[in-house]
Every structure is written in C-alpha cells, then in structure tokens.
C-alpha cells in the first residue's frame, strides 16, 4: 500500500463522513477475528475515520496467539509482545448499526507498519484464495447459517425463549424480540432468507443470502453482533456457543457453498452424482479429504466436540450424501425448477467458535487442492451412518472424525499439504492457540468446558 493509495482511502472517508453524521454515527468501529474467533476491535470518533482508513489503528502482533478467555499462548523466544500492525476499515462494508445508535462498523484488513499485508490476517488470506479460483475462472457463493440460544441474564443458561422445538409458540413469546432483530438486520441491508426456532431449548436460526466468501464472513460477523446487540436492549443474554448446556444439542454455523462459471451453477446439470459438474465434484471432493484437518478451523474449540457426536445432526462422520443430515458434507438440490442456489453443498460439521474467514479460505484451500488433484467423490450415503457397523463403515470408506480437538489437532498437523497453503506462520499460531486450549481443559468435565466457553463468542 503506497501513499496514492492512502490518499484515495482517506478521500473516500471524508465524502462518507456527512451521510454518516446526518445518520446520527459518532463512532466508527473497525475489527478483525482472531485464531480463537473472537472479533477484536478498535474505534475512533466519527472525525477520525479519514486518518483510520488511510493510516489504520495499531494492534499488537499478539493478538494471533490470544486465547478465547484472553490468555495469550505466546510462541517461545519472547517475541509475542514485540512489534505493531495497523488495522484498516474496508469502506465498501461499512454500516451504520441499526441495534447500536451512534455506530458505525466495518472489517478491517490488517497490514505491517510498511502497508504490506500481514501475513496472518485472515481476511486478506481468503481474499488471495478468492483470486485463485478466479483464475480458474470459477466463483464461489457462500453463506453461514447462525444458531443461537437466548437466555435470562445472568452467568447460569436459563432458555428465554420458551416453546417446543420449531414451535410456533416459541416464535409466539420471542415475537417482540425477533421482530426488532429482523428489522435491524433489514435496516443492514442483510439479507435474511428465513428464521425459525431451533431444536435446544431457547434456540433459534437464520440463514442468510449467497455472497462471495469474504461478504459472507463479514455477514457472519455482522449478523452475530447485530444479535447480541438486540438481545442487550432486550435485557437477554446471547450465546453461540457448541455446547452451552452439556446436556443439550448445541449450536451449528453451517456453511452452504456453491461454485459457478459465467454466471451458470456447477453444482447443477452435470454429469456426477446428483446434477454435479466434474468441477464441483473435484472441489468437494478436496473437501470431503481434508475434513479432519479442517475441524481445526471449522470446529476450533474443545467445546465444539461435545456437540460433534452422532445422532446429533452435527455431521461427525467424513462421508456426504443427499439431504443427509448425519453426513459432515450434505448435499442440497431443492426444489425442481428453483433457483440455482438451491443446489449447494452443506457442511455441517463446523460451528460459530469458528473464525468465518479462516473457516471459509480453508475451505477453499481444500476444494482447490482438490481441483488440482481431480479428486473423486466416494459413494453417497444414503442412511445414517451411525446405524452401520464398524465393518461397513469400513468397506464404503466412511470415517469418524476426530472426536476430540487433540485429534483434530494433530490430523491438521499431519496434513501438510493444507497447512502449506494456509501459510506456515498462520498455521502455527492456529496450532499454539489450540495447544493452549488443550493445556486450559485438560482433565474438565463437559459440563465444566460448557460453562467456560459460554458466553465468550
């Protein structure tokens, strides 16, 4: 980044800044989400956002290795605390928050002191795997479905939105609350598809339009704390967490993808399985491989493995199928004549502990190793596969994933090829954070690790 560039951010800031007052903003807030998938933020006052969005704001190097519960799993060598980055407001994101009167947010990008990108940003880092599909001349559409559960304040989880599961009673005594969500999220120019209650007691989800990756990770961000921000003037506490009762299902951050060439779907028309062209089927093909690693960026926490258990619609087996929902890689091809969105692939054994960009540029990582390596797709699924015994599993190449993050853990170190692609610095702060994570945990209880990691996302 030269100082052309800077001029032209800064030039953009100040046109933006009267609308933004006129709308009553008088701070603006830029954010980053780390290895732990925590949203780590800076603010300035409105005045200020010029000079933020040429020069940025400072953010110690440290923050990748920083822990959920802030701890900072520091690398050997004492280096952590030592050197700067700046962090700088994407401008085309940024929106006026309709649940925090007074603010204004957008993603932030963050470069070295010299206006290089850093090297660990995530953001940056799915944009560069963006770019490397496109020179395949393939696009990518992607969306995160988000569950919640909303609870009374307080540090214990008391359901506040009481009623069956998928019950219209539920949706009848959270009415006042979802109505001031859905409008918010209107007002944000999100574009919600549908919202309904859940499964776990107090749970409810929505799923948002496709959008390219990196647009759908600051979605994932942007409808997240749209939700708890509503759910504070609603005296109701959020949380997204995996496992917020050890007893209960927990919450899932499904992600739906699908690619296309020219404006025409791949995931449709083809002659694979199911209408896939031999291009999707590659790309899921690499994903469906490098699954286990990839629980390490989609599934990060140990929380997240009290939830990845059979029978739990939480995809803890390697295998896809159709309209599957036990299989880690489900496939959806809606209704005949429907939009060709409706044709996309499921993942569904990752959660919101997760960091979206990170979560979505391994993904990518893995689809076009899979390209690359013309990767075929095993036979779907067509039952549940905790109904088969370990014989079967075995002969239709159907593998459990990790039941633990210590697995995943090492599966994601052993996988070199994905790790390479993600960068070796990048990869082993992932790695330290999760270490550290193990090292907090290690001897706990469920309930225990549920209550911890609660309320931190």
Not at 64 to 90: C, K, M, N, S, T
Not at 169 to 193: I, K, P, W
Not at 298 to 306: D, E, K, Q, T
Not at 405 to 410: F, K
């Amino acid at each position: 980044m030269d100082l052309a560039d800077r001029e032209r951010r800064r030039t953009r800031a100040e046109a933006l800044v009267p609308d933004l007052a006129a709308a009553g903003v008088v701070a603006v807030a830029t954010s980053f989400v780390d290895n732990a998938g925590i949203s780590r933020a800076k603010s300035v006052p409105l005045d200020r956002l010029p000079a933020l969005a040429a020069w940025g704001v400072g953010f110690s190097t440290a923050f990748d290795y920083f822990r959920f519960d802030d701890w900072v799993a520091a690398p050997p060598g004492g280096q952590a605390p030592v050197g700067d980055q700046r962090i700088l407001p994407d401008l085309d994101r940024l929106v006026v928050l309709a649940a925090q009167p007074g603010w204004a947010w957008a993603p932030g990008e963050r470069y070295a002191q010299t206006g290089d990108p850093y090297p660990l940003d995530s953001r940056l880092l799915l944009t560069r795997f963006v770019e490397e599909l496109a020179a395949r001349e393939i696009e990518m559409s992607a969306a995160i479905e988000i569950e919640w559960v909303v609870s009374e304040e307080g540090e214990d989880y008391v359901p506040a939105a009481s009623g069956p599961a998928y019950g219209l009673a539920r949706l009848t005594n959270a009415s006042e609350y979802s109505r001031d969500l859905l409008a918010a999220l209107a007002e944000q120019g999100v574009a919600v598809e549908q919202f309904h209650p859940e499964y776990a007691a107090g749970q409810l989800e929505l799923s948002v339009g496709p959008e390219s990756p990196v647009h759908a990770a600051d979605t994932s961000v942007l409808v997240r704390t749209t939700i708890r921000a509503v759910g504070v003037e609603h005296g109701l506490r959020t949380s997204f967490s995996p496992k917020v009762d050890a007893a209960g299902v927990g919450n899932g951050g499904h992600v739906h993808l699908s690619l296309n060439r020219g404006g025409r779907t791949l995931m449709a028309g083809g002659s694979g399985r199911f209408g896939l062209t031999p291009e999707a089927t590659a790309f899921a093909g690499g994903v469906l491989e490098h699954l286990p690693a990839l629980l390490v960026l989609g599934a990060p926490s140990v929380a997240s493995y009290l939830r990845l258990v059979p029978q739990h619609w939480a995809g803890a087996y390697a295998c896809w199928g159709l309209e599957n929902r036990e299989a880690a890689l489900r496939m959806v091809t809606g209704s005949r004549g429907s939009e060709d969105w409706a044709a996309n692939l499921e993942v569904k054994c990752f959660d919101l502990h997760a960091n979206p960009y990170l979560m979505l540029a391994g993904l990518l990582a893995a689809g076009t190793d899979g390209l690359a390596r013309d990767v075929a797709l095993p036979e779907p699924v067509d039952v549940d596969p905790a109904a088969l015994d370990e014989e079967t599993l075995t002969a239709r190449g159907i593998r459990r994933l990790p039941t633990t993050l210590r697995e995943a853990t090492d599966a994601f170190v052993a996988d070199t090829g994905l790790t390479e692609k993600l960068g070796v610095e990048l990869s082993g702060a992932v790695r330290a954070v999760r270490e550290s994570e193990l090292e907090l945990f290690d001897g706990s209880s469920p309930e225990e690790v549920a209550a911890a990691s609660r309320w931190a996302h």
